[in-house]
């Protein structure tokens, strides 16, 4: 299973940025993609998940009305569309995939709940 990140990069404070998430050989076709984010000195961070079985989204606190998650099962990619950075949004992004996407359901923000891990993108947002 391989899960690649890119889009990241370094933003102005109100700027966008628009990450991507490939995902092959996973070996099950529903499944839950999670995006969780680490800044400097902080813990791991679940923002958002979407699940492939009935497309149903969750957003944290700080993710609501700024971040947008999105999947095309067509080409097995995600996408988080990020408005309005700010400079706490500095951070390496990750995307996972959880093989159980009723449990991920039940706490979308927990990072042992999801199974493989790309390797990070590093978004940096300056005032």
């Known amino acids: 299973v391989q899960l690649v990140e890119s889009g990241g990069g370094s933003v102005q404070a109100g700027g966008s940025v628009r990450l991507s998430c490939v995902i092959s050989?996973?070996?099950?076709?529903?499944?839950?993609v999670g995006w969780f984010r680490q800044g400097p000195g902080k813990e791991r961070e679940g923002i958002s998940c979407?699940?492939?079985?009935?497309?149903?989204?969750w957003y944290s606190d700080s993710a609501k009305g700024r971040f947008t998650i999105s999947f095309d099962s067509i080409q097995n990619m995600s996408y988080l569309q990020m408005n309005n950075l700010q400079p706490e949004d500095t951070a390496v992004y990750y995307c996972?995939?959880?093989?159980?996407?009723?449990?991920?359901?039940?706490?979308?923000?927990?990072?042992?709940?999801?199974?493989?891990w790309g390797q990070g993108t590093q978004v940096t947002v300056s005032s």
């Open positions: 050989e996973l070996p099950v076709d529903e499944y839950a």
């Open positions: 979407i699940s492939t079985i009935d497309g149903s989204i």
């Open positions: 996972a995939v959880s093989r159980n996407p009723l449990r991920s359901k039940l706490a979308p923000e927990q990072s042992t709940y999801y199974d493989y």
